[in-house]
């Protein structure tokens, strides 16, 4: 064929897709009290499975985002075991009357 009479590509189109990748999931932790909190604490836990279930350390109320989010990154990790429970963790940190929510 004569490469000068040719069509030529005006355009493509790609698509992908993927079917392992997972939905992002959004979780709202609040704490909040109706008179303003001092000197409290609180932890968070994730079961995977009935089996496992696993608990952060006990953090301040006013815990910077930063710091709920490694919390959360290293639930399951221990000397002896690495679960690796979550790996894509972000977390932002709003203030509240009397709380923060997470």
Same mark, same amino acid.
């Given at each position: 064929? !004569? +490469? =000068? *009479? ?9 698509? &992908? /897709?993927? =079917? $392992? ?11 909040? @009290?109706?008179?303003?909190? $001092? %000197? $409290?604490?609180? *932890?968070?836990? /994730? *079961? ?7 608990? $952060? ?7 910077? +985002?930063?710091?709920? @989010? @490694?919390?959360?990154? %290293?639930?399951? &990790?221990?000397?002896? !075991? !690495?679960? %690796?429970?979550?790996? !894509?963790?972000?977390?932002? @940190? *709003?203030?509240?009357? %009397?709380? /923060? +929510? &997470?």
């Amino acid at each position: 064929s !004569d +490469a =000068t *009479s040719s069509p030529s590509v005006t355009g493509y189109k790609v698509e &992908w /897709y993927c =079917t $392992t990748c997972k939905t992002p999931e959004v979780q709202l932790i609040k704490l909040q @009290r109706s008179a303003p909190l $001092t %000197n $409290t604490k609180f *932890s968070l836990s /994730y *079961s995977p499975t009935p089996e496992i279930k696993k608990e $952060t350390a006990m953090l301040p109320w006013d815990s910077p +985002a930063d710091l709920v @989010r @490694r919390e959360l990154i %290293n639930l399951g &990790w221990s000397e002896t !075991d !690495d679960l %690796n429970l979550l790996q !894509d963790v972000q977390v932002s @940190r *709003s203030t509240l009357t %009397n709380g /923060y +929510a &997470w």
